[in-house]
């Protein structure tokens, strides 16, 4: 069984930064791609970012371009997200997810974090 507990989430204005962290249980991290979602109130999960099983290939919604930055550190088994420029559409709660496969869309993901909240003020 996989576990997945994100942390680093909190209060911050606009135009400030986060990094988030996600810790993996298990010994098999660096054959699952990880995934970043974020889910505002009312509103449907959304990808945010992905990275391959190694590191070497990333990929960000079009929205987090330029500001966010998915990363892996597979010693540690932890996957980050710092997330820059902070904007108050930022705001939700967000996931890791795990994935035998390199996808965005959340419905294919295996394991989920409990999540954990971001607040961008303006």
């Known amino acids: 069984q996989v576990q997945l507990v994100e942390s680093g989430g909190g209060l911050v204005q606009a135009g400030g930064s986060l990094r988030l962290s996600c810790a993996v249980s298990?010994?098999?991290?660096?054959?699952?791609?990880m995934g970043w979602f974020r889910q505002a109130p009312g509103k449907e999960r959304e990808f945010v970012a992905v990275?391959?099983?190694?590191?070497?290939?990333?990929y960000s919604a079009d929205s987090v371009k330029g500001r966010f930055t998915i990363s892996r550190d597979n010693a540690k088994n932890t996957v980050y997200l710092q997330m820059n420029s902070l904007k108050p559409e930022d705001t939700g709660v967000y996931y890791c997810?795990?994935?035998?496969?390199?996808?965005?869309?959340?419905?294919?993901?295996?394991?989920w974090g409990q999540g954990t909240q971001v607040t961008v003020s303006v």
């Open positions: 997810g795990a994935n035998t496969a390199l996808t965005v869309g959340p419905a294919t993901y295996d394991y």
């Open positions: 298990g010994r098999t991290f660096n054959t699952y791609a």
């Open positions: 990275i391959s099983q190694s590191g070497a290939y990333t």
